[in-house]
């Protein structure tokens, strides 16, 4: 809101009087005519009072409007120029042919002689012919002994034992040596390899004695 300042003159302050003057005397003369017609004239008495004017109203200053600063509008920042590949001509290098000498046939390494395949070997062990049983000890028998006994021999190429030891007791000591006795007494096939009778060691027999058997 802005107010406007208007300051007072000597004119001012005269059109005042005269205007306070010119009513006082009108007023006078409106009192004096109508105390004329009355019946009883009525002294009039009259104070003239010089009233100043009144006061100026103060004076406001206007503030100053703040200050805006303009900037003006910058240039837009022009488009980067479009950027053209040149134009290269590509030549591809040429690539030498390098031709390497064909070298000799290596000669051929001459064949391993072959040892000929081993024959196959036929075997067979020695075989026990069927004869008598051992004899069962009286002893073994009334005491009720029984159990298995484990006899390696050696048989030769005429099927007779020519040794025989205990590789496995059946616990009782009546019962083994009563199977070595019998077992040296016995005949055999003898073993052959290849169809040809051969002495053998290490075969194995086992007797199992049983009370049934006495």
């Known amino acids: 809101m802005y107010v406007s300042n208007h300051k007072s003159g000597k004119s001012t302050k005269a059109v005042g009087v005269t205007a306070a003057v010119a009513m006082t005397v009108g007023m006078a003369a409106l009192f004096s ?13 009259m104070e003239l009072v010089m009233l100043p004017p009144p006061p100026p109203p ?7 409007p703040p200050k805006v600063d303009v900037v003006e509008d910058e240039p837009a920042p022009s488009a980067p120029p479009e950027l053209v590949a040149p134009d ?35 075997r067979s062990t020695p075989q026990l012919i069927a004869g008598d049983k051992p004899a069962y000890p009286s002893a073994s028998r009334r005491n009720g002994e029984a159990g298995t006994t484990k006899l390696e021999i050696c048989v030769n190429s005429a099927g007779r034992v020519t040794s025989a030891s205990v590789a496995g007791s059946s616990g009782y000591q009546r019962l083994d040596e009563a199977a ?22 290490g075969y194995n027999m086992f007797y199992q004695w049983t009370l049934q058997d006495t």
């Open 88 to 122: 290269i001509e590509f030549v591809p290098d040429e690539i030498p042919v390098i031709t390497a000498p064909v070298a000799d046939p290596m000669p051929m390494p001459e064949p391993l002689p072959v040892a000929p395949a081993p024959a196959m070997q036929s």
């Open 180 to 201: 070595l006795k019998w077992i040296r007494g016995e005949r055999f096939r003898p073993g052959k390899v290849n169809g040809v009778s051969q002495d053998m060691c």
């Open 33 to 45: 005519s109508m105390n004329m017609s009355a019946d009883k004239i009525i002294p009039n008495t």
């Open 58 to 64: 103060p004076i406001i200053e206007e503030p100053e």
